[in-house]
């Protein structure tokens, strides 16, 4: 199948049982994720041939990273060891009406605080089909910043597809930030995860006034903008409360836009990472030439399924998420 | 009260917690069940005199088997030691859209490879009221269909109804070798579990045509081509997801339909074994001889119960769930 | 802020994970809890200077309760040893359809065995805002009835105003034994929690026979009877489940009804305790001197949150339960 | 083989984790046991026919109680149900140099309240071939130490031999009053437990002044002050640590002293119940008509096993503690 | 009882199960701790009032520690909220021939980051009778190491006692710079925890050379440096294991030599923090006036006693450790 | 470094909690291992080019052993997927005098059924420095017994040396099937773990008559029967319990005898695994070209620190396993 790298931050999740506060736990349950590496996680598991690039501390975290990503069937020949520390958060896990808490702990660490392509001397893109970064790549650092257009160029210049993550993250940059940088990223870009919230308060495209479906107006003007982008697609979330969310995928592909069924998620087991596996399921439909609403239906069943399981990646296989795509009825076989 | 005899095979369930994929879990729960024993303690619990009938090795996990049985009050004085092996399944507790998942490591087991009457010098079915057995005994093996039947009508020698729930496995037999196996098995039978499904895959009886109640008509189908049953039940199960079903009991007595209220079940804590909670609450209710309201309510009421315990068996006394049945609210009485 | 005392008992709770039974469960969480010890957490947490009255026995479980209160920085100055035990009891968890199911053991305990007021030479009320005390207080001995009019007056001597909550229970005296003592509490009383269940059965108020809102002929009626009380509030619960409640506060403060927005409280992790989160909410808003809806807004709020945490005590700060009010979403910020 | 009646009082133990303390424990493991019900389940582990006779709570923690025993293959038609409560006693494990400390709660029972032969009407001793009790039932109350002998001059008509482990507990009653308890009651004992400290403390027998084995003159002195004791036997434990004792059994039977191999337990996994799996062992030796050396070293090996396995009872058969005695290894056999 | 405030660094622990390393770990137990945090907790359990001061984040791990602190009545008013994180470290704990191995993540916490005497407003040590602070903290900048000297100044200049332990940690500082810290901090300490590694390696003390106790050698070499030094103390520790030590404690006091009796720890439970109870122990033996010999024989106990118990800090009160002084037998009461 | 190509079965251990029984457990802790793909971890740790070979069912259970294998960066492209099942085996964990206990559950697995040479088609064997196989796999069946010998044929035809670990296992095959299967296997083979046992119970080498070092004397004999073989290695495991083993090293290497430090592994946390940790470790060494006691100190090692961890694998790098060489003291580094 296709051959894909991925670049960005992996850290380590300190998460609390349902129920329990960060302020009382006395124990926390560890995973590793980010948003790359998730992404990267999904298309390995769906049977194409992923590195996942960063840089990691040498030490134990960083060998259950390795751990982590290994086991899952993703390369690891571009991390490079080094730097202070695993960026890491706690998240006090919501329920009901209570929504998660998420503490970062992530300044100062070994991705983080890279400053120059420290990946030049690899060979990073021979071959590859997709080169997928977020921004919170971007907006980890004023370097990173300028470091991820120039990886992007790379990229481009080695025949990627530039697959990009807008992932607007508060906590790490303004929203006018945020809206500079997607100036000189989004130029390079070919697939693009965004939405409406990305169009309005980054873009400073101007609100849909219309009746009928925004997201079609938010498309089109992100289009405008930036021709060179040929796929966007993004989630519609209806929060219920934490536990019961209904989640709808949408595609702009080839001038058309495509919408999943709904998939009612109750109970959430953990939305970590439910996005990426969106994304993933996305560019899994691209790499095998899907129509976009096979696209857009893959990749919704890959995210509902991702948020009945535990843990930041995706843990199903093609042949699972397509079966997950036309049963989906939470009903034993035996 | 009455006095029962079951008899089948009894596996070790490895089950993962919610949240976790099989081939990511670090643990099993282990919970031992299989039908005819989950039927018996049901029964056990409701203050009959039940025996359980099985073949197990002997060995630690033969043994757990019977601490099982024993504290729950069955007697165990007709179970045979020998034999390879217990069998055992792997469960992947399903959760909201995502399905359970099952992968069976029963073959050669202690049970399966019985091949004769290994009862034969006991007095399996002196004084007993009710002999209580499932299509998965049959499906086990050739022996075993054979034995089924031999079984059944020494049961029928000796004064015992026979009751049957057809169960059906599709991983265990066709539905042609099933329909085949069940026209020398349900001449014998007195009370039979079976529903839509069975009547339209398993028997061949025509698809209802009409708007009203299917159910009357294949009851009465099936009734009509073995007039021995004198009574058949089934559960009908609205699945919205792995954690919410909505259950309603059916019950065909007399020459009457009888349909409980429908239970809202949400979140489902653990559905292996809600079938036999099910035919449990049937038989005791005509061991009792309470009418067809009470006893489809009693059954299904006991069901909806067995739903909100992890195990297979039942774990509610007869006034706990004749409690339920008149409450059943949620509410915490203190 | 302001000083506020509470006295009452606090008892250790045993209680089982989801889908366990009391009779099969190998395992018990431990939490401490008591309806006024309770109230005193969340007023701690909401800022005010808070002690809490009880007597324990000189023994580890002693200690472990009031490392449970220090922890939430309630004082333990008022708190007395000796005596034969600490009260227990065990919760068997509900679950959907499933209630929860309680065996209290609470006979003989240091707190429910103190005759005399043990306080006097302490003084509990010097400067204090607000004396709280409960009807299970008063509900524990003839000797405890007593006394808790006894401490209620010496309160109000001192300058104190005094809350009751009703919080009636069934299995420590009899409808009519409870009514006869509310008769001596009330004309005590300023803040009153206490609903329709307490003016019919209790109070022996007539039903109302309206269209409109019962709550507040009832309200109109209890004030009639005991003019001294200038504030009473209550929760309506909808109960769908025991995984499944509904939550609306409501308030009877200067002749005005005020009731709250709803709270759809889905999966309810505990609700022990979410009475006491609301009568501390309604206090925290007096002591503040909010206005009626915005009290009865905080108090529900807060109660609403208790759901969402394992353990008898609210562990959410103003700040937060102020933010719950606002935004309540259920979403995650990052 | 024989047929044993046991009676006594059986209580749930909290017990917390190793490292754990009481007063900082978030949960607690759940164990059912009693000197007396200990020893049943050890005689039913060993083929024999045993009933355990005590009265329960009428609520879950008793039908707890039930299933433990049952699931041993005790068997419990000698159960009387109600009174208040059920004894219950917390535990904090010890580990090394620090002790294992004990709170008990155990006032109020449902058993330490009977004061009549509530028993009367069953057939408690039909063809019971020894019936076994402990001064910790005597030492319950006055009530309770009238009834033990009652009980044992009942037995004794019936046939039984009179089974009894002095089992002195400091907190239950003093010295002195447990001394004037065994001399009524050592009279009516064919089979007794008792050591050195009992010979001392309880007895008043004067130290021994000799150089060599005072056990055998200690022996020598109960049985002179009660020649109707054909047997006694004590365990001597070197405690090096909480985690390490040495123990050696001892057996006085038919005028000759004999003494087990020394077991090195290292570490102790739980140590609650390794005196009546001794007992037990020492019964079943007396059962199966063994000479004193063959006794002595089942009986001390029983109780050494005991030592490594959580829960007060023997969880060991006939088979693998007569394999132990012979080898004891260590080894993994495969 | 004595007044004293410690000051310090408090940190997040998380660390492994025994048998699990860091790198395979799913979950992690989490634990607050801090050489002079666990100094004010032993303290506050022999009954001193004491206070901690310290800077934590604002945030739920900043919560969490004043609840850790606050539910062991130490006070908490000198605690600063503000800065970056919190300190954390991974612990892979040890066992047998296998060390603990520790990840430090500590760098740029809220309390390292101090760089003024942010504490200066605050009354900090009025009628204080010890001020307790450790070269860790010095260690942590060229600021703390500063601030350190200005600390023990004002405290001194207070009318308090100073005591310092020396803890050196290799990866906070090189022994040339701790060696030249100590120079400027020494002369203003009273009491002081420090050994013979420290003598020779820190402060160039010459090896002593003769047969005997080369501690006193040490002990009277550091005085002779350092005249205000009135006491010192250090343990011996023989490292059989990760899990098997020999714990020795000396004391150096009115010029005349100390040793306990030696604590045989098998196994060890968890031993961070060990060293802390020794000095809390010893601090308290000089506020109760003991002499020489009682207060080592105390304060080496305590330090046996927090080897048994999971957590930083000493979880025992003066009774129970008073008592293991005396007993410590590792036998159960009851 | 080297290449290395281990074949084997890899199973799926269930094992019980320390004082937990096989027949009482509710839960076990899963882990997957076998000697063969044991010994590729280990040697992946230590930076060899590792391919693990076996065939694998196509399930979740299979697709948990690939994530096993590949999160220690073992190659699994030999892995053949097909076959009924996984084998299982239960493990109830030994403690002190008692020994574990080993329930297996193998027969009919996907490897052990395999009868032809399945890794035909596969280039096997290109570019192998060591093929490593086990006497477990010849013990599996005829068919396994005749490929084992196929293989290793066809291995050294490659220019592999050819590794062979003998394994008695008595459940698999009499002592006399072994040692006769040997008699061809054996001329095959470069290095060998065998032991006195195997000399003397599988080989019919008569027993050593004289008083020093029996082990040259076996080693010599095996060397003279087949001289091809040039290094025979073994450990020497004193047993003083399950938790309690002193473990030395054997080698014989070009005509000398080497011998490693005793280890003193108390407590064993995990003994699965140890013999493989330790020939990985002589393979190593051989591959590095160390000389024969370097060997023997670095293989005993890293068994000794398997010995330390849960699960079959030994989870140590190079580093570690050196650095503990010359070290291992226990002590924290900090």
New interface residues.
Partial sequence: MAKVVTLGEIMLR?STE?????????????HYGGGEANVAISLANYGHEVAFATKLPD???G??V???L????VQTDYILKGG???G?Y?L?T????????????R??SSFATVSDNEWADLDLFADVDIFHISGITAALSEDWQALTVTLMRQAKAAGCRISFDVNY???LWSQAAAGRALETILPEVDYCSAGEMDALYLLGIPAYQGDGNGLVYYYQAIQERFPNIQVLYATKRQ??????NVLTGTLWLGGNYFESKA?????????VGGGDAFSAGVLHGLLAGHDGQAIIEFATAAS??K?????DDN?FSLAEVSA?VT????????
Avoid: C, M
Wanted: proline share 1%.
């Fill in positions: 300190l349902v129920g329990t506060r960060l302020s009382q736990t006395a124990q926390f349950a560890a030490n134990s975290l060998e259950a390795l751990r982590h290994r086991g899952a069937q202070a520390r695993l890491t706690y006090e919501g329920v009901g009406e209570r929504a998660a808490k998420v503490i970062y702990d300044a100062g993250r508060g906590n929060v219920h409360s934490a536990s019961h998939h009612d998620i109750d109970p959430i087991v953990d939305r509902a399924l948020h009945t399981v535990s843990g843990q997950f049963s989906g009825s939470g009903k034993i076989v035996r």
